[in-house]
Structures are given as structure tokens and as C-alpha cells.
Antibody, heavy 119, light 109 residues
Framework: QLQLQESGPGLVKPSETLSLTCTVS??????????WGWIRQPPGKGLEWIGS???????YYNPSLKSRVTISVDTSKNQFSLKLSSVTAADTAVYYC???????????WGQGTMVTVSS | DIQMTQSPSSVSASVGDRVTITCRAS??????LAWYQQKPGKAPKLLIY???SLQSGVPSRFSGSGSGTDFTLTISSLQPEDFATYYC???????????FGPGTKVDIK
């Protein structure tokens, strides 16, 4: 069945760029009508949607993070990626990638990856 | 921006109890609401979408209702594996964005 797996550095220095990749297996990232998103969760806190992308490359970002976020897709590798620039300690969180069908919720999630922002 | 609130923030219950969690949106979101269950150290799991549609594989003791601004998640008979934190999420404003509620922790009485 479809699986998602996040990968990337677990430690990022303040002011640098956080980069994560989500690899989709067991299915195609180019499936029509499905979107691919990033969600994060600071330790002990709630969930925050970062943004989503369609396989065509159309992107949708959380307005509060839009100036620092770039999400891209590589259909040849069945992957999509997150870049978050100018990070601070407030960006320390577990980062999840997940699939959603328009407005019907995130139905498949990766296991999450912890990213700590610290010098 | 659409803000989401949940009540209660935590609830203590026993196995077999009926548990109800409420989610309220700051403006109408039609039926575009989802509910998730999250256990410690795990990714959230989708339980309900479109306010009342049960996700495939989710036990029928979970149900959702509501529309507009007020929504409810009900667990009809709490099981040991149901102790977790539950989040609601509005999807009405996509592609402008999604918003999650702050969560409700269900723990053992």
C-alpha cells in the first residue's frame, strides 16, 4: 500500500534553511486529485499545516509561513520536498508529510522526522 | 483566517464510556471538517472526513456530526486503544489553507 517517508537533517542551525524530502512508495505521486502536504508539530504542541503541492507543481502555502516556504515535486523520483528558510528555534518540530484529497483530510502520513534548530 | 477551538481540552473517561468532543469554527465551513487521533510518538490517523464520513478501516464506534460552525466527534463505547489526543481540522478554506484545532486529550479515569 501507499507509504510516505520523510528524510533530511535532524539538526539545522539558526538562520539556515531546513530541507526535507518525502518519498512516496507503493503508488504514484502523479495520481490525479491527490495533493501532497507538509504538517509540523512542535514538541508537546498541536499541528500546523505548512503547505501542499499538486503533482503538476501548483503550490499552496500557509500564509503565516509563505515568505519562508518552498515546496517542490519531482515526479521522476516520486518525491516532494520542503524548504524552510531563516529558521529559528520556533521551527523546532516533528515534520510530517501526508497525502490529501482536496478537502477530505490527510489520509496517509509519513512517520514524521524531528528537526531541531540549534547552534 | 479561520480559527478552530475544541472542548474540552482534556477528558478523563473509563472503558465503555461514551465520549463527546466538540469543535467550533470561527466562521462557517460547511461540512469540510476532519477528525484525527494521535497517539504519543505516532503520526495522526484520519478518523472522519467531511464531518461525518468514516474513513475506511476506522471502527464504527467513532462518529462525527455537525455543519457550519459546530461539530462533534463521538466515541460510543471507549476502548483501551482509544486513549489518545484528538484533533479537528477545517478544510473549507483550501487552497487558502487548513487549520487544526488545539486538540483534546482523552485519558484514563
Amino acid at each position: 500500500q501507499l507509504q510516505l517517508q520523510e528524510s533530511g537533517p535532524g539538526l539545522v542551525k539558526p538562520s539556515e534553511t531546513l530541507s526535507l524530502t518525502c518519498t512516496v512508495s507503493g503508488g504514484s505521486i502523479s495520481s490525479s486529485s491527490y495533493y501532497w502536504g507538509w504538517i509540523r508539530q512542535p514538541p508537546g504542541k498541536g499541528l500546523e499545516w505548512i503547505g501542499s503541492i499538486y503533482y503538476s507543481g501548483s503550490t499552496y502555502y500557509n500564509p503565516s509561513l509563505k515568505s519562508r516556504v518552498t515546496i517542490s515535486v519531482d515526479t521522476s523520483k516520486n518525491q516532494f520536498s520542503l524548504k524552510l528558510s531563516s529558521v529559528t528555534a520556533a521551527d523546532t518540530a516533528v515534520y510530517y508529510c501526508a497525502r490529501h484529497f482536496l478537502t477530505e483530510g490527510f489520509d496517509i502520513w509519513g512517520q514524521g522526522t524531528m528537526v531541531t534548530v540549534s547552534s | 483566517d479561520i480559527q478552530m477551538t475544541q472542548s474540552p481540552s482534556s477528558v478523563s473517561a473509563s472503558v465503555g464510556d461514551r465520549v463527546t468532543i466538540t469543535c467550533r469554527a470561527s466562521q462557517g465551513i460547511s461540512s469540510w471538517l476532519a477528525w484525527y487521533q494521535q497517539k504519543p510518538g505516532k503520526a495522526p490517523k484520519l478518523l472522519i472526513y467531511a464531518a461525518s464520513s468514516l474513513q475506511s478501516g476506522v471502527p464504527s464506534r467513532f462518529s462525527g456530526s455537525g455543519s457550519g460552525t459546530d461539530f462533534t466527534l463521538t466515541i460510543s463505547s471507549l476502548q483501551p486503544e482509544d486513549f489518545a489526543t484528538y484533533y479537528c481540522q477545517q478544510a473549507n478554506s483550501f487552497p487558502q489553507g487548513f487549520t487544526f484545532g488545539p486538540g483534546t486529550k482523552v485519558d484514563i479515569k
